[in-house]
């Protein structure tokens, strides 16, 4: 007897071009368990309940997993009690469930939380469902048949990311995501592209991020073949005719010789690609650059956080300098890479004059691009831990965990103050005349001006 398994993704809020690749993932690895039927839901184009009442009650599926992250929660939740609602079995995955798998266990209606990766464990989860005799698992806080809540009897199992079946694109909308995609705007707006993923896990240990990417994906960083990911993009391009791609590896240039080999490999296709990656600022030298630039490279992400030392080493942990930022920006620039700044405003005790130094040092350097994120301190990370013990009041409000617009902590400056030299930050920064050209790009097609005003939308809402 065959049974039925719906995949959600409850994205409400902040729509966007980029393909929740984790969900296309499992959903690939599901469809090779026997007897079992696999759909989507993503909310992305169609937010709101509503459409997961109407997905629910179309494929009345037999198991529902919920994919979410801690800006997500109350959104998955209402889901998830949905679902539980209709009579199937429910379970939970991602960042936020990972690192706080008991308290997610509270919810009655939940019936398993996966910690860490789910291609492993998902299908094991699955077939003692339906078994119909509950046990505990690797990598999985079960719910038994009398309530009780039953840990994990080990850790999640490493998963070969080699071994992995492409994602389910066929189950997402992606002609929809393909004209929404805007990672390569300041480039080419409207470039036919979409997101790739090539490893799991980073080697650093920034207080924002870790432990969470070492819980979620184990210590370090693990990549797939570049011959792997060559095939990916070669069958990207035969389906859906891509001619971009922008990876979302944390760090991607973390391992040089693999960069290396990697661009060996797309240059030997024969095919034009243009496509972006995030970097630390100290780990790409001029010729590993040129390289990249060789094979098509336009967009780089590169994390300077805060102009200042004392929050950037002292609070956020990041091991660059802004010596190191100035020199990379300057390089991949003036190749004719357009870098992405990435920036976070308001550090717990951080003051406004830090603030407008982080402005200031940002719009100074010629970098296309910045991202001027208020920052929130993800449950799990050592910056949220040490913000506790040192007595910070945290909002127990998941939507309060929104980088765009509010924080969940009251820091030295105000909410009306730090959302106010938000906007500051933006002006300053895209009305620099350096930055002149990339606006002007922007703004000369339809396809570019949807872009922007996509990415607008997320500053919109009211000051406090």
């Known amino acids: 007897m065959s049974a039925k398994l719906g995949l959600v993704f409850p994205r409400f809020h902040y729509a966007s071009g980029d393909l929740p690749l984790g969900v296309a993932m499992l959903a690939a690895r599901a469809r090779q368990l026997p007897h079992l039927r696999v759909s989507v ?10 459409t997961v009442r109407r997905f629910l009650d179309r494929e009345r599926p037999t198991f529902v997993g919920v994919s979410l992250s801690t800006f997500m929660l109350e959104d998955a939740l209402q889901t998830c009690r949905l679902a539980h609602q209709r009579g199937a079995v429910v379970f939970v995955g991602g960042p936020h469930p990972t690192m706080q798998p008991a308290s997610m266990m509270k919810h009655a209606f939940l019936d398993a939380v996966v910690v860490g990766e789910g291609e492993e464990t ?3 989860l699955l077939a003692m469902f339906m078994g119909g005799r509950r046990r505990a698992l690797p990598g999985a806080w079960v719910r038994d048949a009398d309530g009780r809540v039953l840990s994990p009897s080990a850790p999640a199992r490493t998963v070969d990311l080699d071994s992995l079946p492409l994602p389910a694109w066929d189950l997402m909308d992606m002609e929809r995501y393909l004209r929404a995609w805007g990672q390569m705007d300041s480039f080419e707006p409207g470039l036919r592209g979409v997101n790739i993923s090539a490893g799991r ?7 924002f991020c870790q432990p969470v990417l070492d819980t979620m994906f184990g210590k370090g960083c693990r990549r797939r073949s570049p011959r792997s990911v060559i095939a990916e993009i070669r069958e990207l391009r035969r389906r859906y005719g891509i001619r971009g791609f922008w990876f979302t590896d944390d760090t991607f240039t973390s391992d040089a010789r693999w960069v290396a080999s990697f661009c060996q490999g797309l240059g030997s296709l024969g095919e034009r690609f243009f496509w972006g990656c995030t970097t630390r600022a100290n780990l790409l030298d001029a010729e590993l650059l040129s390289e990249m630039y060789r094979v098509g490279l336009r967009r780089l992400g590169v994390g300077l956080e805060s102009a200042s030392a004392r929050i950037r080493e002292g609070l956020f942990n990041k091991g660059v300098s802004l010596g190191e930022v100035e020199s990379t920006v300057g390089k991949a620039e003036a190749m004719g890479i357009r870098v992405l700044l ?3 405003l308001g550090a717990p005790d951080e003051s406004r004059a830090e603030v407008l130094e982080t402005i200031s040092v940002a719009a100074s350097l010629p970098a296309s691009e910045a991202s001027f994120s208020l920052f929130v301190p993800i449950p799990g990370t050592h910056i949220h831990e040490r913000m506790k013990r040192e007595g910070y009041a945290m909002s127990d409000h998941a939507a309060d965990f929104d980088y765009y617009s ?3 902590f009251r ?4 909410p009306r103050q730090l ?7 933006y002006l300053r920064f895209y009305l620099h005349p350096r930055r002149a050209g990339v606006l002007a790009r922007w703004t000369s097609s339809p396809v570019g001006l949807r872009s922007l005003g996509r990415k607008m939308l997320r500053l919109l809402p009211d000051l406090p």
């Not at 820091?411 to 105000?414: K, M, V």
């Open 342 to 344: 990435f920036l976070m």
């Open 122 to 124: 998902m299908p094991e």
């Open 41 to 50: 839901c993503d909310t992305t184009f169609k937010p709101g309940l509503g």
């Open 201 to 207: 896990g980073c080697p650093f240990a920034c207080s």
């Open 411 to 414: 820091g030295l400056l105000s």
């Open 419 to 425: 959302r106010a030299l938000q906007y500051y930050a």
């Open 406 to 408: 509010r924080q969940p």
